[in-house]
Each structure stands twice: as structure tokens, then as C-alpha cells.
């Protein structure tokens, strides 16, 4: 399933980057990221040797590959969770949001994407809209951004 996934993602994301080079903003958002199969994929794995394996069968596609050369020029914004805002939505784990944001950064880190964490101290939402687009406008007028529930990044546009 994560493969399918990661397909339709990188797909998405290769249809947002064609609009944004031949738009003035240049600018994209999107709710999700190739990141996140990989790491699902990593989180409902068996064992570590499992998860290192199913890592490293989505990492190494070739369209995967391609976005990470994107991913590396941006920066990611990881989202730790505050917890008066966890709502038991019956699709979300409630129990495993420590370990998802410890998979996140070990892929980022692995894959060497450049991040930055966010969480409690910053919880007004005009302030944490404030700071994604204070990493946006940092790095240039040419930029994509995505977001998910866990992250956020943004990359130059050619």
C-alpha cells in the first residue's frame, strides 16, 4: 500500500512543481510528502531490520530519488504534537506520536534533509503560519512548500 502511495505522492508533487515553474508565486502547498509512506511504512513494520528494509525499498525508486534532490534544497518543518490539541479521531494512533516524530527525524536525518522542530512553544496558529512563512521568504521568492500533519518544507522551484 505504501508503495501505491508514495507513487500517487510523487506524482502530485511532480504536477505541482511543473505548475509552479511556470507560475509568478512559484509557490506550492500540498498536505503530505514522499516522506510519509516511508515512514509508515517504517512505523507498522514488524521488527527494525523489517522497517530498515521496507525503508530502504521505497528510498530507492527512482521517483523517490528525484524528489529527494528537492527535499535536500528545502527545509522540512517537523510538527511535534501539543497535546491539548490530540483528538482521538479513530484513525490516528494516539499511542505511537513520540515514536512517529522519532521515525520522521531519523529518515530526515538519514536521507539528509535539512529540518527544523516545532511544537508547544508556538502555539498560536497565526504564529506557527507566521513561522512556516518566515522559512518560505528565507529562502527565496522561488519556493515550493508541502505540508503534512508532521511536516512542512519548502524548495526552490527551477
Avoid at 9 to 28: D, K, M, P, T, Y
Avoid at 102 to 114: A, G, K, M, N
Avoid at 140 to 153: H, I, R, Y
Wanted: glycine share 6%; proline share 4%.
Amino acid at each position: 500500500m505504501q508503495r501505491t502511495i508514495l507513487k500517487a505522492q510523487l506524482e502530485q508533487e511532480l504536477e505541482a512543481r511543473s505548475v509552479a515553474g511556470g507560475s509568478v508565486a512559484r509557490i506550492v502547498l500540498s498536505d503530505r510528502s514522499a516522506i510519509d509512506p516511508v515512514a509508515y511504512a517504517v512505523l507498522t513494520a514488524a521488527n527494525e531490520d523489517e522497517g530498515r528494509e521496507r525503508m530502504r525499498t521505497l528510498v530507492d525508486t527512482p521517483g523517490f530519488q528525484a524528489a529527494l534532490r528537492w527535499y535536500r534544497e528545502g527545509t522540512f518543518v517537523l510538527f511535534r504534537p501539543v497535546p491539548e490539541w490530540l483528538v482521538d479521531d479513530g484513525v490516528r494512533s494516539m499511542d505511537e506520536r513520540s515514536q512517529t516524530i522519532e521515525v520522521y527525524r531519523s529518515i530526515l536525518r538519514e536521507l539528509e534533509i535539512p529540518f527544523v522542530e516545532l511544537g508547544e512553544e508556538i502555539k498560536d496558529i497565526q504564529a506557527r503560519v507566521a513561522f512556516a512563512k518566515g522559512l518560505i521568504n528565507a529562502n527565496g521568492a522561488n519556493t515550493c512548500s508541502l505540508e503534512t500533519e508532521s511536516t512542512f518544507f519548502s524548495y526552490r522551484v527551477p
